[in-house]
């Protein structure tokens, strides 16, 4: 167990639809990443937060936003559906943010299927 | 630009060794990560590289080559568990600081 905690762990929607993920970090960290893995596919990097800030951008969707709240936990929106959007999504956790980070903590994910 | 470069399958015998390979081209460098993943399941830390040079970590060995983007994994006395996927990462040297992964190899572990 990472201490990453995220729901849900599966969710099924259909097109045009729109979703929430949900990510607890760690106790104690600061840094909050998401990652999109498709099928037999590396993983994506989505977005990165730190301490409520957005610091860093991958090739993340208009259609997708995020954020960080005050009490450290972050969600992923994923909206307007689309059959490609099904994937594993992560999030991941670190203490803090910059070039000494070490390593990240990976959540269980969440497993979209979009029909 | 930073793209990063592993074998897709490899296959080896139980008690084995093996060794994966990982190049990485990227606009800058701020160290090399190797993850283990199992089908569906979360990455899991294997080991971290700054430097040049080996790090062991029980049967899991890192090596680390800044000079030529290169760097492997080397498995020993493989276990039937090893079966998992092995991603390499590469943290950017931009404020980022993201991990880019490698899109994984592969590994299966026959008896």
């Known amino acids: 167990d990472s201490g990453v905690t995220q729901t849900p762990k599966h969710l099924i929607t259909a097109t045009g639809q729109r979703v929430t993920l949900r990510c607890s970090p760690r106790s104690g960290d600061l840094s909050v990443y998401w990652y999109q893995q498709s099928l037999d596919q590396g993983l994506q990097f989505l977005i990165q937060y730190y301490n409520g800030e957005e610091r860093a951008k991958g090739n993340i969707l208009e259609r997708f936003s995020a954020q960080q709240f005050p009490d450290l936990h972050s969600e992923l929106n994923l909206s307007s559906l689309e059959l490609g959007d099904s994937a594993l999504y992560f999030c991941?956790?670190?203490?803090?943010?910059?070039?000494?980070?070490?390593?990240?903590?990976f959540g269980e994910g969440s497993r979209l299927t979009v029909l | 630009g930073q793209n990063i470069d592993q074998p897709t399958e490899m296959t080896a015998t139980e008690g084995a060794i093996v060794q994966i390979n990982c190049t990485y081209q990227t606009s800058g460098f701020n160290g090399l990560f190797w993850y283990q993943q199992h089908a569906g399941e979360a990455p899991t830390f294997l080991s971290y590289n700054v430097l040049d040079g080996l790090e062991e970590k029980g049967r899991f060995s890192s090596f680390l080559s800044r000079s030529k983007g290169y760097s492997y994994l080397l498995l020993k006395e493989l276990q039937m568990k090893d079966s998992a996927s092995y991603l390499c990462?590469?943290?950017?040297?931009?404020?980022?600081?993201?991990?880019?992964f490698g899109s994984g190899t592969r590994l299966l572990v026959r008896p």
């Open positions: 990462a590469a943290r950017a040297a931009d404020s980022s600081y993201k991990l880019i």
């Open positions: 991941a956790s670190s203490v803090d943010w910059g070039p000494n980070t070490g390593e990240l903590f």
